[in-house]
Each structure stands twice: as structure tokens, then as C-alpha cells.
């Protein structure tokens, strides 16, 4: 392992603080693949699929 680059410097925290915020900058972007109100949509059929099914049997 190279300590050459800054970021292998960092405590362990750091580098996983730095991560998550350029995370949520790419997210806040908005660049997404498929709008959240499809996932959204998506994952109530399936708990309403799953929740007909338990009823019904």
C-alpha cells in the first residue's frame, strides 16, 4: 500500500465520511436511472401482493 495519495492519510472515519458525502452529492444530482415514485410503486404491489396472499390462504 502507497502512502503517496492523501486519502490513504486519512483515518479510517474520514475516508468513510468523505464516501458517504460524495454519495449524497451524487444523488442529489438527480441522475437517476428510474424515478423514485416507479420504486416506490414497485415495492407496494409487492407488499400488496404479499399481503393478498397471506389473506386469501
Known amino acids: 500500500m ?3 495519495r492523501p ?3 486519512l483515518p479510517r472515519h474520514e475516508r468513510r465520511r468523505q464516501k458517504i458525502a460524495a454519495e449524497i ?3 442529489r444530482e438527480g441522475n437517476h436511472r428510474v424515478p423514485t415514485w416507479v420504486l416506490a410503486t414497485i ?3 409487492i407488499l400488496a401482493g404479499w399481503v393478498a ?3 386469501v390462504s
Do not use: A, F, Q
Open 2 to 4: 502507497s502512502l503517496d
Open 7 to 9: 486519502e490513504e492519510r
Open 25 to 27: 452529492r451524487r444523488n
Open 43 to 45: 415495492l407496494g404491489l
Open 53 to 55: 396472499l397471506i389473506v
